[in-house]
């Protein structure tokens, strides 16, 4: 079996729960529902930074998006949690804000699929006893290489808003295709 493909069933790992016995006629839960409320919040959120981040983009340059990726994308992540009564956000196996940190119990799915295509990295779905754990990997696209690529091709403008704003920046040297992180949620399984 090729190392890729050893991964990707690694990451595939479904743990279900085992459910209390249900009275009839009651859903079908948790892991489940659980699982397309995390799915339906990472679209929102998905299109919203990415919306957000194609203006700014537009509108300042790529030294000026930077500003509006560090003091809206944090709010954005945790309007839509809010919204959806979970816990919610973007992490890294090499960061550029440290605040983005990964929980202990997604660690391992990050090394894993560190490097990889991103097409090779499947959708994690674990059970954290009161909670579920969904995984959605995020694919580095050709307008991420503005400010997560090379970083010998940045402007320098550019180049000089990272040094500052974030001095430990490791999310640099991504490629087209390549994983870039995921989006995470925590799902409490009782209402
Ligand atoms: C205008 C520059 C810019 C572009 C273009 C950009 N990002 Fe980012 N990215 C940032 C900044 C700035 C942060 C840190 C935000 C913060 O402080 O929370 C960040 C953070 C992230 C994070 C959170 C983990 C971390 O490293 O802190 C992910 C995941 C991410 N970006 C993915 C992407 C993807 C995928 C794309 C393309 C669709 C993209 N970015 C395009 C500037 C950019």
Redesign the pocket.
């Known amino acids: 079996m090729s190392k890729r493909l050893g991964a990707t069933v690694g990451l595939l790992v479904l743990v279900f729960a085992h459910e209390a016995p249900r009275a009839v006629g009651e859903e079908p839960r948790p892991i489940g529902t659980a699982e397309r409320r995390a799915e339906k919040a990472m679209d929102v959120l998905q299109q919203r ?2 919306a957000r ?1 194609l203006a ?2 537009e509108e300042k340059g ?10 809206e ?2 709010d954005l ?1 945790r309007a839509v949690a809010g919204e959806a009564g979970i816990q919610l ?4 196996h ?7 940190a990964p929980r202990d119990w997604v660690v391992p799915y990050l090394e894993r699929a560190a490097g990889q295509p991103a097409s090779a990295v499947s959708k994690v779905v674990v059970d954290l006893g009161d909670r579920v754990g969904v995984l959605r990997p ?11 690529g090379a970083p010998e091709s940045f402007d320098p403008g ?1 180049r000089a808003t ?1 040094a500052e ?2 001095p430990g ?3 640099t040297g991504f490629r087209e295709g390549e994983f ?4 995470w949620a925590e799902i409490p399984k009782s209402e």
Do not use: M, W
């Not at 790529?62 to 003091?71: D, I, S």
């Open positions: 930074l990415q981040l700014a983009l790529p030294a000026g998006a930077v500003k509006v990726c560090r003091e994308a944090p992540a956000g973007r992490t890294s090499k960061l550029r804000n440290p605040a983005n995020i694919a580095t696209a050709g307008t991420c290489l503005v400010c997560h550019l990272l704003l974030y920046d490791r999310a870039r992180g995921f989006f």
